[in-house]
């Protein structure tokens, strides 16, 4: 497999191909990295690592395009069947299997979910699709010391708003750049890594990213691949100094669009009071350079970004981390861009109550979506809230605000609130009913949409 690996996809009686990389690779995966609790587990042990579930969705759309006149509601159906691989404990009450840290004592382990499921449309049939949901998380550990991981995402979807893939992405986090209409689109993102521990804090580590998106509608949206390389150092001098490196080195492909060469690096120092409290001082530079093309020219741009910042654990649940700067966008060609940045986040994980506040602000970059809106002055606040009111209930509640500003005088201001419950009425049967709301206010007349949704759930586990 390599960069100009091509895949293939069908809808009605076309076909398209389109390049790839990889979107395949993590089913090949799984068998090699189970070898090994194969050979050292009897069959009964090997059953109880293998989940199988299925049920039927049932979702009410008020705008399944998201336009902003011309809105069209649906009754979409979806009846899915899944598996789940895992080397991890189950619950006692559920019977679910929990899930992976990045810090296992295991040697090694994989945690697999894969989701296939068929869509169909109750009024516009012709958008009936085969979607498709995966993850994986494997690692094995020589000695203590030497890490190797590798995780892998997979969606085919065609759902206009994508939920952020990034692991630093705060739950309920959308992607800014979506598409207006229903196109099917694939997303894969394989990520192995290496970590090498030569001290109790001290790391050295490479990571790799290969995130491919593919869309059917490649009219109104562009194919795009992305290679990403990031080594990283952590360092302790003593209990109380450290220092961490690193840089990244990130190669965009676009079918339309400049390709692109990004540069990284960043550098931060710690001082440690005690084992809950932290301060730091950090600096970031962040340059992209793209490709020259005539008719379609994009600035080179770097940006310049130092901040503060402190951690503090006011009790084993209740966590705080709080980062306040400066950034500077400097392009080749044009104005310069520059505001405070600030990223302030709360996470409380009790008996049975998780909560996540996050307010961040500054700046961010939208590539390798359906949009690529690219460089952007940005305010996000997002909020979760899960209570377990009883053993078999639970209730969650989320709320999220993005307020992005492009170069080019677009303005969005991005709103939506989730809420729902979850009850077990059997350990082996789930009933799930959600409601959700989604709003663009834009100074754009195209990119405005409201959307009402409604979902009820049944969900079988053997």
Do not use: C
Not at 374 to 399: P, S
Request: glycine share 8%; no cysteine; aromatic share 16%.
């Amino acid at each position: 497999m390599g960069d100009k690996v091509r895949n293939d996809f069908e809808e009605g009686s076309e076909m398209k191909k389109t390049k790839g990389i990889g979107w395949v690779v993590w089913p090949m995966i799984l068998f090699p990295i189970l070898i090994p609790s194969v050979v050292y587990a009897d069959w009964g042990d090997i059953l109880s690592r293998i989940q199988v579930y299925g049920g039927v969705q049932e979702t009410y759309d008020s705008n399944v395009n998201l336009t902003p006149t011309n809105k069209k509601d649906d009754y979409i159906t979806t009846v899915f069947l899944g598996l789940r691989v895992s080397t991890l404990p189950r619950s006692e009450i559920t019977g679910e299997f929990q899930q992976p840290s990045t810090s296992e004592e295991t040697k090694y382990g994989i945690s697999l979910d894969f989701l296939p499921g068929y869509v169909f449309y109750a009024k516009h049939t012709s958008d009936n699709y085969l979607s498709l949901a995966g993850n994986l998380d494997s690692w094995y550990t020589w000695d203590k010391k030497l890490t190797f991981r590798l995780k892998d995402y997979l969606t085919r979807s065609e759902e206009p708003l994508e939920q952020s893939y990034a692991s630093t992405a705060l739950p309920g986090q959308i992607l800014l750049g979506n598409q207006i209409g229903r196109a099917i689109y694939i997303r894969n993102v394989v990520q192995p890594s290496l970590e090498y521990r030569f001290g109790k804090e001290d790391i050295i580590s490479i990571n790799y990213v290969n995130n491919v998106y593919r869309n059917q509608n490649n009219i109104l949206f562009e194919d795009s691949t992305e290679n990403y390389i990031n080594p990283k150092l952590a360092y302790w001098f003593d209990i109380r100094n450290g220092v961490s490196l690193e840089y990244a080195l990130d190669l965009g492909n676009f079918q339309r669009s400049p390709n692109m060469t990004g540069n990284m690096g960043r550098g931060r120092y710690t001082y440690r009071f005690n084992p809950t409290a932290s301060v730091f001082g950090e600096f970031t530079f962040q340059g992209r350079e793209f490709e020259k093309q005539l008719l379609n020219p994009t600035s080179n741009y770097n940006i310049y970004q130092p901040t503060i910042g402190f951690e503090y654990a006011f009790s084993p649940t209740l966590s705080l981390i709080a980062q306040f700067g400066y950034f500077w966008e400097i392009p080749q060609i044009g104005s310069s861009e520059t505001g405070p940045v600030y990223n302030v986040l709360i996470t409380q994980r009790a008996k049975r109550t998780t909560y996540t506040l996050g307010f961040q602000g500054g700046y961010t970059e939208d590539y390798y979506t359906a949009e690529n809106l690219g460089f952007a002055k940005y305010n996000q606040v997002i909020g979760t809230i899960t209570h377990q009111l009883m053993e078999r209930l639970a209730l969650t509640f989320a709320a999220r605000y993005q307020r992005p500003k492009y170069p080019d005088g677009r303005l969005d201001n991005i709103w939506g609130v989730t809420t729902g419950g979850s009850y077990r009425l059997l350990r082996w049967l789930a009933l799930a009913l959600d409601f959700s709301y989604s709003e663009d206010r834009s100074n754009r007349e195209a990119n405005n949409y409201t959307d009402f949704r409604g979902t009820f759930r049944i969900t079988a586990t053997y």
